[in-house]
C-alpha cells in the first residue's frame, strides 16, 4: 500500500475480543460480522488497490444501536469508518486494522414520501435509483445520478457530495438535500435541517455534505425531489480538433443554454467505448460531444435546433440529433460504459478526478498527453464538459512490475495540473486516501488547519474515519492554540474614520 | 483600551478601513491580543438585523471593492467582499448574467439607504423568490478566502463549479452574519438570465387554497420558479410596485416561468389549465413580471416607508405545505398581516407593535410544523428582549458554538449579534 494510514492502536487490537463481544451485546445476532473470511466483502470500496480487512464489521439497523456503538467506540478509544454501499472512487470506506466497519447497508427503508412538500424522508442505506423508482409513479425523481446510482446509497452520496451527468443543471447532492439525522461520534444523535428550504443558524447541513464521514454518522435524509421534465432529446458531435468542441461548449454556455447533461469523450475513449457498446460513435474525430436538452417539448426542439446551429459554426464535422428515445438512450450507453469499455482495452485502470476551469480543457488535454508519453502509460478522457470535470483514465497493468507506481504518479500529476490551471484535486468522488496527499497542493498549511478544527467540533478525539481527506493529523489541542501574533496594538498605516 | 477614542475624529467608534487581507490580518490579531471585538461591515446597510454588538471597534471593508475577475462564460464571477452589490448586478447583467437566487434587497424593508456589498449578501444569505427552484446564496458560493478568529487568512473551495475537494466551508460561510470569518474575497456562480418570465394570477383565493394552488404548481412538470400569495389585507395599503394590481382588493396567487419564450409561454398555457379549479388565471409578461417580483422579494407591501413600517416583521421559513395554516393561524391571533413566498415556505409576517414582538405565538407556532423564525425588523428595545435568531434545541445550539468557536475562539467577530446576551 502507497499511502500511509494512523498506525494502529496495539492496545485497541490487543482488545479484540472484548470488543466484539461488547458490540455483540448492542447489535445481536448477524449483525456483528468477525470471521477473516466473512470480512473480505468490506476490506475494499470502489478504489480496489487498496485493501485493508477491519478489525471487525458491525451492522446496526436503528438510530439508537448506531449511538451506542459510537458512544462505546468514543469511550474506549477505538477508530471508526462508516461505510454505506462500498461504492467511494476515492476509498473513503476503507477499513482500518483496528477499527471497526460501521456498515449502514440494513437502513434500507423509506421513512417518508411527501408529495405536497416535495421531498423524500429515507434511511441512508437507500439506493441512490431507488429514491427516483420510489416516487416515479407520480412523475418525480431524485436529480442527483451518480454513474453508481443503482447501487450507491443516499447516505454514502450526502457523505460523498455526489454528482453525476446531470449536475450542471441540477446541482449536486448538496443543492438537494434538505436535512438530516446524525450520530455524532460521541453517541449523540442531532437532527438538523427538515422539510423547510433552509435550516436556521449554522448552514450545518452544508458542511456535513461531502464530508467523507469524518463527522458524522447519517442515519436519516431528508433530499427534495423534483418533476421529471417532459421529455429529453441529445445531440452527437464529432470535431476534428478537441479545441473546437471546447469552444462548441462555451458557446453554448454563452448563449445562455444550461443543457440537462453535456459530456466530452476524447479519442481513446471513443474507440474503446464504441468497440464495447456499438453505440455508432465516429471513429475518425478527436473529440465527441453528447449534448442533451431537456424540458417541455417546445423548448428541448428549440434549443436543439440553437445547439446544432453552434455546432456547425464551431466546424462540427458529424452531428446526429436523437429522434426517439432508443436512440437517445444508445448516444448514452457508450458514455455510461466508458468505464467498463476503457476495462476491456486494458488490465487495469485508474479513474482521476479534476475539476478545471471550461476554458483551460485542451490546454489540460496537451498536458496530459505530454505526461502519457513521459509515464509511458495510456490515457483515455471522458469529461463533464458542462461543469469542467475531467476523468481521466489512466491504463495501466497491475502484473507488470512498477506499472502501478508509474500510473499512480501519472495521475497526481494530472491533478496537480488541474490545480495549476485554476481547478481543483476533485469534482465528485472525494478526497479519501486517494487525493489526501495531494491536499498540501491545493491549500496551505493554514487551510488545511482550519479544516481539522471544524473536525474537532464534530469529534474531538478524531476516531471518526482517520486517515482520510487529511495527510497530517493534529491533535485537537494543539490546532485550537492560538498563537497570539507580536502584540501590535496600532495600525497607523490603515485609514481610521 | 484599544479603539475607545479615535484621537484624530474625536469619534467615539473607531472604524478600521481596510484595504487588502493583510489590514484585515493585522486588525484581528490586535483584536485578539487586545481582546476587543470587532464588528465587521460592508456598507452597513443590514446593522440592524440581529442584536447590539458591545463594540465600538468597527472593521469596515468597503475598500476592498475590486472585481476580481469575471469570466461570462465559465459561469463565474470572483470579488472582493466589499464590492458593492449594484455594480456588480450591473456588471453580469451586462453579460446577461444574473445571480439565480435573487438576493433580497433589505433597504425597503429597513429603511436603510439602497446600499450592500457581495459579502453582506452572502453573509446574510437573503435568497429571493426563486430559492425554491434555484437554491439560496449557499448554493452559489463556489469559494472564498477569508480572515478566522485566529487572525489567519485561509481559503476554501475554488473557482469552479464542481468541486468536493475538503470540507464545503463556504456553506457555514453563507448566512453566518460575519461570526465565523471575515470574507475578503469570494468567487460566486453566476446563470444566464432567462429570456422570458410570464406571471399567471390567481385572484380571490383564501390563504388555504392559495397554498393548495401554489402546491399544485410546484408539483407539476412546468418547471415554476416562483409561487407567492399575497392576501387581500395586504393590499389595504397603495404598494410600490404593485401599481393597480389590487385595486379590486382581492387577494392575489402568482406563478413565475422563465425560461426561453416560446417554452414560458407554452408552460404558462399549460399551468393555467391545470389551475383551472382556482380560478381563471391571467398572465403578466416581462417587465410588469420582473416588477411585481422584485415587490414580493424585497417585501415592499410591509417597506419601512410603508403604513406597517412601524411594525415588527418576522421571516420564517416552513415546510412550504403548512404555510397557510401557520401563517392563517399568525394574522389571526395577533392582527397582523402576512405574505407568502416559496410555495408557503417562507412567510413574511408584519405584526401590530408590542413589547415581546408576539415571539412566543410566532416561534410556537413555526416550531409545531418544523419551521424557524427570524425577527428581521424590530425596534432595539424589542431586540434587546426577544431572540433575533430562532432559538435551536440543545444539541445543534451546542455544536454549532463549537463549530463558532473552531474558526473564532476569541468571539472578536460580530460577537453577540447572533445570540442576545452575549455582546453585552
Known amino acids: ?497 | 483600551m484599544l479603539f475607545v477614542l479615535n484621537l484624530d475624529t474625536g469619534s467615539l467608534v473607531d472604524t478600521l478601513k481596510v484595504r487588502d487581507a493583510k489590514d484585515v490580518e493585522e486588525v484581528v490579531r490586535a483584536a485578539i491580543a487586545n481582546e476587543q471585538p470587532l464588528e465587521i461591515i460592508g456598507h452597513g446597510s443590514k446593522r440592524g438585523i440581529g442584536h447590539a454588538m458591545a463594540t465600538n471597534a468597527v472593521l469596515d471593508l468597503s475598500a476592498l471593492n475590486a472585481v476580481t475577475s469575471y469570466e461570462p462564460n465559465e459561469l463565474i464571477v470572483t470579488l472582493q467582499a466589499g464590492a458593492p452589490l449594484a455594480d456588480v448586478l450591473a456588471l453580469i447583467d451586462a453579460k446577461n448574467q444574473q445571480f439565480a437566487f435573487e438576493p433580497m434587497d433589505t433597504a425597503p424593508l429597513l429603511g436603510t439607504p439602497a446600499l450592500g456589498t457581495i459579502g453582506g449578501m452572502i453573509a446574510a444569505g437573503l435568497a429571493g423568490p426563486r430559492r425554491i427552484r434555484a437554491g439560496g446564496a449557499r448554493d452559489h458560493l463556489l469559494g472564498a478566502h477569508a480572515v478566522s478568529g485566529f487572525g489567519d487568512s485561509f481559503k476554501t473551495g475554488g473557482k469552479v463549479v464542481k468541486n468536493v475537494t475538503g470540507y464545503d466551508l463556504c456553506k457555514l460561510l453563507a448566512g453566518s452574519w460575519g461570526t465565523l470569518s471575515v470574507m475578503t474575497e469570494v468567487t460566486l456562480k453566476v446563470m444566464p438570465k432567462p429570456e422570458a418570465e410570464r406571471t399567471l394570477l390567481l385572484r380571490g383565493l383564501d390563504d388555504a387554497a392559495a397554498n393548495k394552488a401554489m402546491t399544485a404548481a410546484l408539483g407539476s412538470p412546468y418547471d415554476v420558479s416562483a409561487a407567492a400569495h399575497l392576501p387581500k389585507s395586504t393590499f389595504r395599503t397603495k404598494t410600490e410596485g404593485l401599481g393597480d394590481l389590487a385595486s379590486d382588493g382581492e387577494s392575489r396567487t402568482m406563478l413565475r416561468l422563465e425560461g426561453i419564450t416560446s417554452s414560458a409561454a407554452h408552460r404558462a398555457g399549460s399551468l393555467r389549465d391545470l389551475l383551472a379549479p382556482f380560478g381563471a388565471a391571467t398572465l403578466i409578461e416581462d417587465a410588469p413580471s420582473a416588477a411585481l417580483w422584485a415587490t414580493i422579494r424585497d417585501v415592499l407591501p410591509f417597506a419601512a416607508g410603508g403604513a406597517l413600517g412601524a411594525w415588527p416583521v418576522w421571516r420564517i421559513v416552513c415546510p412550504p405545505a403548512s404555510g397557510a395554516a401557520l401563517g392563517t393561524q399568525l394574522a389571526g391571533e395577533t392582527g397582523g398581516e402576512v405574505i407568502y413566498d416559496w410555495g408557503g415556505g417562507l412567510i413574511w409576517a408584519a405584526l401590530p407593535p408590542k413589547a415581546d414582538a408576539h415571539a412566543p405565538a410566532v416561534r410556537a407556532r413555526a416550531a409545531a410544523v418544523g419551521g424557524h423564525a427570524m425577527l428581521i425588523r424590530a425596534a432595539e428595545d424589542v431586540r434587546r428582549d426577544v431572540d433575533v435568531f430562532h432559538p435551536q434545541a440543545p444539541g445543534i445550539a451546542a455544536l454549532s458554538e463549537r463549530v463558532r468557536a473552531s474558526f473564532d475562539p476569541k468571539t472578536v467577530l460580530n460577537r453577540g449579534r447572533l445570540r442576545r446576551g452575549v455582546g453585552a
Open chain 1, 1 to 497: 500500500m502507497a499511502i500511509m494510514m494512523p498506525a494502529s492502536d496495539q492496545a485497541v487490537l490487543a482488545r479484540r475480543a472484548e470488543i466484539i463481544a461488547a458490540l455483540r451485546a448492542i447489535v445481536p445476532g448477524e449483525g456483528v460480522i468477525d470471521s477473516a473470511a466473512e470480512m473480505r466483502a468490506y476490506e475494499s470500496d470502489g478504489l480496489t488497490a487498496y485493501r485493508q480487512p477491519p478489525m471487525v464489521v458491525v451492522l446496526p439497523d436503528t438510530t439508537e444501536q448506531v449511538s451506542l456503538i459510537l458512544k462505546y467506540c468514543a469511550e474506549q478509544n477505538i477508530k471508526v469508518v462508516p461505510r454505506g454501499s462500498g461504492t467511494s472512487l476515492s476509498g473513503g470506506a476503507l477499513p482500518l486494522e483496528d477499527g471497526v466497519l460501521l456498515g449502514l447497508g440494513k437502513f434500507k427503508r423509506i421513512r417518508e414520501i411527501d408529495f405536497d412538500n416535495r421531498v423524500v424522508v429515507t434511511e441512508p442505506g437507500v439506493t441512490n435509483l431507488a429514491i427516483s423508482q420510489a416516487v416515479a409513479h407520480a412523475g418525480f425523481y431524485y436529480a442527483p445520478d451518480p454513474s453508481s446510482q443503482i447501487a450507491c446509497s443516499i447516505g454514502g452520496n450526502v457523505a460523498e457530495n455526489s454528482g453525476g451527468v446531470h449536475c450542471l443543471k441540477y446541482g449536486m447532492t448538496t443543492n438537494n438535500v434538505l436535512g438530516c439525522e446524525i450520530v455524532l461520534m460521541s453517541g449523540e444523535i442531532l437532527r438538523i435541517g427538515g422539510k423547510g428550504c433552509e435550516n436556521a443558524g449554522y448552514d450545518l447541513m452544508g458542511v456535513i455534505t461531502g464530508s467523507e464521514g469524518l463527522l458524522g454518522v447519517i442515519t436519516e435524509v431528508t433530499v427534495r425531489i423534483l418533476q421529471k421534465p417532459e421529455t429529453a432529446r441529445a445531440l452527437m458531435v464529432g470535431f476534428a480538433q478537441v479545441e473546437a468542441a471546447g469552444e462548441c461548449v462555451a458557446r453554448i454556455i454563452g448563449a445562455g443554454i444550461i443543457p440537462g447533461g453535456m459530456e466530452m469523450m476524447d479519442k481513446p475513449a471513443i474507440h474503446a467505448a464504441e468497440a464495447f457498446v456499438h453505440a455508432g460513435y465516429p471513429l475518425d474525430v478527436e473529440a465527441l460531444l453528447i449534448i442533451e436538452l431537456d424540458g417541455p417539448k417546445i423548448e428541448v426542439d428549440e434549443l436543439i435546433a440553437r445547439v446544432e446551429t453552434i455546432a456547425n459554426a464551431c466546424g462540427s464535422t458529424t452531428c446526429q440529433i436523437s429522434t426517439s428515445e432508443a436512440e437517445r438512450n444508445l448516444f448514452w450507453a457508450g458514455r455510461k460504459a466508458a468505464f467498463p469499455a476503457v476495462g476491456r482495452i486494458s488490465p487495469d485502470y485508474l479513474c482521476m478526478d479534476g475539476t478545471i476551469p471550461r476554458g483551460a480543457l485542451p490546454k489540460a488535454l496537451a498536458r496530459i498527453r505530454e505526461l502519457g508519453e513521459k509515464y509511458q502509460l495510456g490515457c483515455a478522457n471522458v469529461f463533464h464538459a458542462g461543469d469542467g470535470n475531467l476523468h481521466p483514465l489512466i491504463l495501466y497493468d497491475a502484473n507488470k512490475p512498477g506499472e502501478i507506481e508509474r500510473a499512480e504518479a501519472f495521475g497526481a500529476d494530472i491533478l496537480r495540473a488541474c490545480v495549476e490551471f485554476g481547478g481543483v484535486l476533485t469534482g465528485e468522488h472525494g478526497v479519501g486516501i486517494e487525493k489526501r496527499d495531494l491536499m498540501p497542493d491545493m491549500f496551505t498549511e493554514i487551510d488545511l488547519n482550519q479544516q481539522q478544527r471544524l473536525k474537532c467540533a464534530f469529534d474531538s478525539q478524531g476516531l471518526l474515519n482517520p486517515g482520510k481527506v487529511f495527510p497530517t493529523l493534529h491533535r485537537c489541542a494543539e490546532l485550537g492554540r492560538m498563537h497570539v501574533h507580536a502584540g501590535k496594538l496600532a495600525f497607523p498605516d490603515i485609514p481610521r474614520f
